[in-house]
């Protein structure tokens, strides 16, 4: 409790109120790009304050923004808060430190009870409250916390103007989920699924566009539930909104993530054939491949619409890329559940895809389930699992050797001389050119496939696109 009077005794009742020029800012991600936007409109939220990045942690200010969905998350929390405790005494207290996320969400009161020094607890649908709480927090010396879930739509409350994202921005337009798979901490830690309405998306897209934005991915926990207010009232499908956002002239690219397979409806994907700015990628969690698990899981989907959207989407789109999610080791996984898992894979083919041993989380109905599987049959068969995934991300990129596609470029590469970009299906493209600038789209030939990128010469002039302001370039590099 020491620390806690120590904190007390040094906050400044008047450190929210008036608007400092100097004021230094350091906010810490982990997790989704959900957690990545938010981290991003935080600190849009700050900036009137007269808040600034700082470049490390000893910074007045401090935001953790923290992820809850596999485990250890609280505690990388925790060993970040005892690093960060130090700073904050070298500063003779001076420092103000917020948990905010999906952990904040979760723990709530236990983070102060093992934290006192922290000042701001805070979930992830209040950020836009954070100057009139960090205020409360400097004007009553006493820790807040704030984990409501308001009423109130939070994007729309968020300062209208944002930072440039450079040529890549991320727009949030649906968050939360109701499908309670029984691993997930989400619907707990997000709530309801809200969709946010089509006019402020369509605004916030134009004005991403103007600060630089060639390439838009529109986020969501469920994304493809999305169905919003239209602007001229009734509603939209996803599909019917990616047609309105393909019209905004300077943004060539069009991306959605995450979807959920029962939310895949047959119109958003004729968007893929229909829609020329729809990126030919998709990334459809699938998380097993027997049904029995996906049961268990309640998924709310069998391996069967799964594969019938795999075929709908490659009809569709022939060229269309194809990423998921994988958890193995779920409590009652048998040797031959786990088969179908690895059938499924060498069946569908993946560009990329992300696998997880099974962590139990607390207050999940699967953290109780009494036939966990053993850590070290997890082990194996994520090894094996991986290795497959690898196989295939190799196969896919090796097979994009000698063809032609456009590439965003987003920033220079790792080497002196080389600019990289995106590929119609998200891998790093290196060409050797000092001459492009971000925000640039050319068409290129790929000469070499890495791991994990692709190298290539251009074949065309640029494709026609707004130059960027010094302040976006130095943002996308
Ligand atoms: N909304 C998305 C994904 C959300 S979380 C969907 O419905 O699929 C991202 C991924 O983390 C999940 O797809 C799942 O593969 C993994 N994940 C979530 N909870 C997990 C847990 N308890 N253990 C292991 N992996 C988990
Ligand atoms: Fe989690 Fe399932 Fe919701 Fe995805 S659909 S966020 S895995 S509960
Ligand atoms: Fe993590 Fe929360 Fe995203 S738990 S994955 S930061 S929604």
């Known amino acids: 409790m020491t620390d806690h009077h120590e904190t007390r005794a040094h906050a400044r009742p008047d450190a929210y109120s008036q608007i400092s020029p100097h004021r230094s800012l350091h906010v810490m991600t982990w997790g989704c790009q959900m957690n990545a936007y938010d981290s991003g409109r935080m600190e849009d939220v700050l900036r009137p304050l007269g808040f ?17 969905i596999r485990e250890r998350a609280a505690e990388k929390l925790f060993s970040e808060l005892g690093r960060l405790r130090t700073l904050k005494e070298a500063r003779d207290g001076a420092m103000t430190i917020v948990v905010a996320g999906c952990v904040a969400q979760a723990e709530g009161t236990e983070i102060l009870t093992r934290a006192p020094f922290v000042d701001l607890v805070i979930g992830s649908q209040s950020y ?23 009423a109130e739509q939070k994007f729309e409350l968020l300062p209208k103007d944002q930072a440039s994202q450079g040529p890549v921005a991320f727009l949030a337009i649906q968050e939360g989920c109701n499908k309670f798979c029984t691993f997930c901490v989400v619907p707990y830690t997000r709530g309801e699924e809200q969709s946010r309405p089509a006019a402020a998306i369509l605004a916030e897209a134009r004005l991403l566009v103007t600060k630089g934005a ?4 529109l986020l969501g926990q469920n994304v493809n539930a999305w169905h919003g207010e239209a602007p001229s009232g009734g509603q939209w499908s996803l599909a019917r909104l990616l047609a309105e956002l393909a019209e905004i002239p300077d943004l060539a690219r069009l991306r959605y993530t995450t979807s959920h397979p029962r939310d895949m409806r047959m119109e958003l994907i004729a968007a893929h054939r229909d829609n020329p700015k729809l990126l030919p990628f998709l990334h459809l969690p699938v998380q097993s491949g027997s049904d029995g698990i996906l049961k268990a899981m309640n998924r709310r989907h069998d391996t069967r619409l799964f ?36 059938n499924l894979v060498r069946e569908t083919r993946f560009a990329l895809a992300y696998s997880f041993k099974f962590s139990p989380r607390p207050g999940t109905p699967a953290a109780s389930a009494e036939n966990q599987v053993p850590e070290s049959v997890k082990d194996a068969r994520l090894q094996e699992l991986q290795a497959l995934l690898r196989d295939q991300q190799h196969a896919f990129n090796d097979a994009q050797v000698g063809r032609h596609f ?52 251009i074949v065309g002039g640029a494709i026609t696109g707004p130059a960027l302001t010094h302040e976006q370039e130095h943002k996308a590099a």
């Open 406 to 457: 456009d590439v965003l470029f987003t920033g220079s590469g790792r080497h002196p001389g080389q600019i990289a970009g995106r590929s119609p299906y998200l891998q790093p493209v290196i060409v050797a050119d000092q001459k492009i600038g971000p925000g640039t789209i050319h068409e290129v030939t790929i000469t070499a496939a890495n791991p994990n990128s692709l190298m290539a010469n």
């Open 307 to 342: 594969r019938r959207i795999v075929d709908d989407l490659r009809a569709a789109r022939p060229d269309i890329a194809l990423s998921s999610d994988f958890i193995v080791g779920y409590p009652g996984e048998t040797d031959a559940d786990f088969e179908e898992t690895m």
């Open 52 to 68: 600034r990045s700082a470049t490390g942690p000893d910074a007045d200010l401090v935001i953790l923004n923290t992820c809850h």
């Open 214 to 217: 060639r390439e838009i991915a």
């Open 128 to 150: 836009h409250r954070l100057p009139e709480l960090l205020a409360r927090r400097a004007r009553t010396g006493v820790p807040v916390i704030e984990t409501d879930f308001p």
